[in-house]
């Protein structure tokens, strides 16, 4: 979501004349998009702010805009920050040009976020959002030839831990023509992956002349020429409909890839959690999601140490990642997050040295499956869609082998690396895989 919300308001600034530099000593304007899902994140915000009084100091000038979710959670207390000219939400971003304007001609702070971040927007709010989205979105600062679409905002699940709901506001499931007409016009500009984008993408309901569907959806984008992969993130696992899954095993476009996180094993954190399912349920999803859709790969999220957390629920998380056989999973510390029901209702009464000896321990569980499971790919050629060259500065560049190391994806999401001319960035390749690790398949061009 970050991501692609940094790329529209880039894509906006754009097109007023604002270049991109690398540089923050070269920039006339910062703006840093912010997350709040974990406290370290926001530590990092502040880290960097404290920075940028330095540069402020010799550049008195210089404008910074924070923006994003943290932007949303704190608003004139960010504002009053030494560094800070620009405080604007996610639902405001679309303001984010104007109040650079505003923020140089009159020499002024500038605030912008909703007051009442759950009530429903108004459906002209929206509409705003929406050209906002379609004008601005290209692959210019994604990857090459691939794309992201929101095809919903918000959240209204509650999670006890989150504080999305309360930062990115209600569920809104964006209209199916306006996401349709978005992914054709990006398909004619030529992207060749299309993501689509929802904070619990699965529950895609939009009320038209019927009720559609992410499924509807997936059908609708297939049908598109030019787009050769569809993905979908992140799901939830309540009310999780049998139709994605048949439009996965279905539609040869969209990918047989699912990131459907957990969370937990134990069922008595999943309650605490306010999670609405329990690791029986979960457990016969995903094992109905692999009968419909063969070859499925599964990627999870898990939080460690939630309040509460004993060894015996640890374990339950153990079993769990070893009985769906996840092909990677991200794995959290707990912390709590202010506003949220579980930093007020709840003790954070795990110690940090068991939370690390968790994670640490998760990490193991699921590095060891992956390395066994992706053994089977040793021998296989496999269709990769090109990323470019890898972030190893060593290895990026032609010194060694006649070409760089590129960096590509498979359709089930697997990280492929391999030698290749530069220019095959974007494209679809095919590799033959002589070595597998438990986060890298390495190949050869085939
Ligand atoms: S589903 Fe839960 S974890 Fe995901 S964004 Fe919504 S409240 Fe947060």
């Given at each position: ?9 880039s894509s906006a600034l754009a097109q007023q004349g604002y ?78 040009p ?37 004008a601005y979105?290209s ?308």
């Amino acid at each position: 979501m970050n991501k692609l919300d940094s790329a529209l308001v880039s894509s906006a600034l754009a097109q007023q004349g604002y270049e991109l530099t690398d540089k923050a000593t070269d920039a006339d304007v910062i703006i840093i998009n912010t997350c709040s899902v974990r406290e370290h994140a926001e530590d990092r915000v502040f880290s960097n702010l404290g920075h940028i009084k330095h540069l402020k100091k010799d550049r008195p000038q210089l404008l910074v805009a924070v923006i994003g979710c943290m932007a949303q959670r704190l608003g004139e207390e960010l504002l009053s920050h030494d560094s800070v000219d620009i405080v604007a939400g996610p639902t405001q971003i679309d303001e984010i040009p104007a109040l650079i304007t505003r923020a140089l001609a009159e020499h002024q702070k500038q605030l912008s976020v909703t007051d009442e971040i759950r009530r429903q927007p108004p459906d002209e709010r929206e509409s705003e959002l929406d050209d906002f989205e379609v004008a601005y979105d290209s692959d210019k600062h994604h990857l090459k030839s691939q794309a992201f679409i929101r095809v919903m905002r918000g959240c209204n699940n509650f999670c006890s831990y989150c504080i999305v709901p309360y930062v990115r506001g209600p569920e809104v499931s964006r209209p199916p023509a306006v996401i349709f007409e978005q992914a054709r016009r990006l398909a004619e500009q030529g992207i060749r992956q299309i993501t689509l984008l929802g904070q619990t993408v699965n529950s895609y309901r939009y009320k038209g002349a019927r009720i559609y569907t992410l499924a509807d959806l997936l059908e609708q984008i297939s049908e598109i020429e030019g787009l050769h992969w569809i993905r979908f993130i992140t799901s939830h696992p309540g009310k999780f409909e049998e139709s994605i899954l048949n439009a996965m095993a279905t539609l040869p476009k969209v990918c047989p890839y699912l990131h459907i996180p957990a969370q937990s094993g134990s069922n008595k954190i999943l309650k605490a959690m306010n999670r609405g399912y329990t690791a029986e349920q979960y457990i016969e999803l995903m094992d109905k999601a692999r009968a419909i859709v063969p070859d499925l790969a599964i990627a999870g999220d898990f939080i460690v140490g939630f309040p509460g957390e004993t060894d015996e629920d640890f374990q339950a998380t153990e079993h769990m990642i070893r009985r769906v056989r996840y092909k990677n999973c991200f794995i959290f510390k707990y912390s709590p997050r202010p506003g949220t029901r579980a930093e007020q209702k709840l003790a954070d009464d795990v110690p940090a040295e068991v939370k690390q000896q968790r994670n640490v321990r998760l990490l193991e569980v699921v590095n060891q499956i992956a390395e066994a499971n992706n053994r089977v790919f040793e021998g296989r050629t496999l269709e990769v869609l090109v990323e470019g060259p890898s972030k190893k500065a060593h290895l990026n560049k032609a010194e060694h082998l006649n070409e760089p190391q590129l960096i590509g994806r498979t359709a089930h999401d697997y990280i492929v690396v391999f030698n290749g001319p530069e220019s095959l960035t974007g494209q679809f390749v095919n590799v033959r895989i002589v070595k597998t690790s438990a986060l890298t398949l390495f190949g050869e061009l085939a």
